[in-house]
């Protein structure tokens, strides 16, 4: 059975969710963290991931919609090499800045609202239990 895997923050943000990976790189950015070499890097990568896979949200405007799609998250799956590879990249300047991140992997990554051949976005089965937007059904 496929899986799925998630790279996220180790911590809530002040909205009380975890944000993912592209989040917590994009916010360093977005506060002028990053050294010059990073933020370089930063910028390249965001151009060759934006060019390389598609952004859910591009093709289903509604797919992270807070009252259709309360808590979705992205995913991408277990057999994505060379995204996750990619992704990796995003990990190490994480580590560099002291950005803590989990790694999650689930064979259910909840009620599935997009999906292509390398990601899916999911809302997690707890919150279309409701449960709330805090819980999902993976663990760390």
């Known amino acids: ?5 998630r790279f996220q923050s180790a911590t809530r943000s002040p909205s009380g969710r975890f944000p993912g990976v592209f989040a917590l790189a994009n916010g360093l950015a977005r506060e002028a963290a990053l ?12 151009d060759r991931m934006t060019a390389a896979y598609v952004d859910p949200s591009t093709v289903d405007p509604l797919s992270y919609d807070p009252v259709l799609h309360p808590g979705a998250r992205a995913w991408f799956k277990d057999d ?7 992704t990796r990249e995003y990990l190490a300047l994480l580590d560099r800045y002291g950005v803590a991140w989990v790694e999650l992997r689930t064979a259910d990554p909840g009620e599935i609202v997009y999906e292509d051949d390398v990601q899916a976005v999911a809302v997690p089965r707890a919150v279309t239990a409701g449960a709330g937007p805090d819980h999902g059904g993976a663990t760390p």
């Open 1 to 5: 059975m496929p899986g799925f895997v």
């Open 35 to 46: 050294s010059a070499d990073d933020a370089a890097w930063w910028r390249t990568a965001n």
């Open 80 to 86: 994505a090499h060379a995204l996750i590879a990619m």
